[in-house]
């Protein structure tokens, strides 16, 4: 019994690692880029009225609500949104969508750890190319003859933002292939590339409501390209899958678009205290990447990253510590609420 004579012919996967949800209660929680303000308080009301008799139907695909609000955020039209479940999933079936040439796909040394797990996955090949000494993507990298591009603009986990000018050029230096850019982060003080897409066909921005929206738990990602795109991604989407989102999700996430209000409010919170976090931080020699996220990036030549983390773990603060090459010196830092920041500041003082 169980000798595993199948074990030759079933996938060997090496998965992507997500960062600890921990049940601890009490915790400081700045591990995972969430957003430390509840989400839109219209979201609350329309989940209080939600009518249950809506969930015996199949989610409709048209997107309505919920296109009508992106669109009109954007200004694109509607075959030019694919909406679906969390930017991960969107990122995924870009991978298999548009990314199907002998040529190696380009991405940075350091980026989003998922993309070369969705290129093994998906059999394609991929080409690594290092950031700069202050992890920077330097554009004429991506001049070459390639079977693809992904860029995460803001980067992750470095938070360094390349300018829309740089982005323009690497997408005008590739027009016989695909540009992916995730921007997952962009609402943090970036500008969006999404007003290129009905210049460049061959450019799919990327977005989430995980980070800026507050709904990371509702999973609703979208990608947003020419139509011509849009419609493979769906084609790939209907290979696999044709019910990827909820419609508690989509009437959820349909009014929190519509809140602009609050969440220019929530994302300028966040901004506000990522600046006074990096300026605390400098006080105590740490040095910090300029952030243009809801996240910091930061070393001290005398403190070992590693330690640190494992004392503001037992300090209940949890951030993320990457045991990779080139960035084990650092400290991934979400950043929290004003009082999270001065308890994680105050423990950072006793540490050192
Ligand atoms: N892209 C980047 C760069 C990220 O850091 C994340 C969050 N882990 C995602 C995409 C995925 O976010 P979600 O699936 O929650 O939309």
Request: glycine share 4%; with cysteine.
């Amino acid at each position: 019994m169980n000798n595993r004579k199948w074990a030759d012919k079933i996938r060997k996967i090496e998965p992507y690692v997500p960062g600890e949800q921990p049940q601890m209660k009490d915790i400081i929680k700045l591990n995972t880029n969430e957003n430390p303000y509840p989400p839109s308080p219209r979201v609350k009301k329309v989940m209080k009225e939600f009518s249950t008799d809506k969930l015996r139907l199949y989610p409709s695909f048209k997107f309505e609500e919920l296109k009508n609000v992106l669109c009109a955020a954007y200004g694109i039209n509607k075959d030019e949104l694919y909406i679906g479940n969390g930017s991960d999933e969107v990122l995924a079936l870009c991978f298999a969508a548009f990314f199907n040439s002998d040529k190696p796909i380009l991405m940075a040394d350091i980026t989003y750890s998922f993309y070369d797990v969705w290129s093994e996955f998906f059999n394609v090949k991929y080409e690594k190319i290092p950031l700069n000494d202050k992890f920077e993507i330097n554009r004429v990298d991506y001049y070459k003859e390639n079977g693809g591009v992904i860029i995460a603009n803001p980067n992750a986990p470095t938070s360094i933002y390349m300018g829309l000018d740089d982005i323009e050029d690497i997408v005008k230096h590739n027009e016989s292939s695909i540009v992916i850019v995730d921007e997952a982060y962009i609402d943090f003080g970036g500008e969006s590339a999404v007003g290129l897409i009905k210049k460049y066909d061959n450019l799919v921005v990327v977005q989430t409501f995980s980070k800026s929206r507050s709904l990371a738990g509702i999973r609703i990602g979208y990608a947003m390209a020419d139509k011509a795109l849009i419609d493979v991604l769906e084609a790939v989407k209907n290979s696999f899958n044709s019910y990827t989102v909820s419609v508690f999700s989509q009437t959820a996430a349909a009014e929190c678009a519509a809140d602009i209000e609050y969440f220019d409010e929530c994302r300028k919170k966040i901004m506000k205290t990522r600046e006074w976090t990096i300026g605390e931080l400098d006080k105590l020699g740490f040095k910090t990447l300029p952030s243009m996220t809801n996240f910091i990036f930061t070393k001290n030549n005398n403190i070992e990253a590693k330690k640190l983390f494992e004392y503001l773990r037992s300090k209940k603060i949890i951030v993320r510590y990457f045991d990779k090459k080139r960035i084990n010196e650092y400290l991934r830092i979400t950043i929290g609420t004003d009082e999270e920041m001065e308890k994680l500041i105050e423990a950072i003082k006793e540490y050192s």
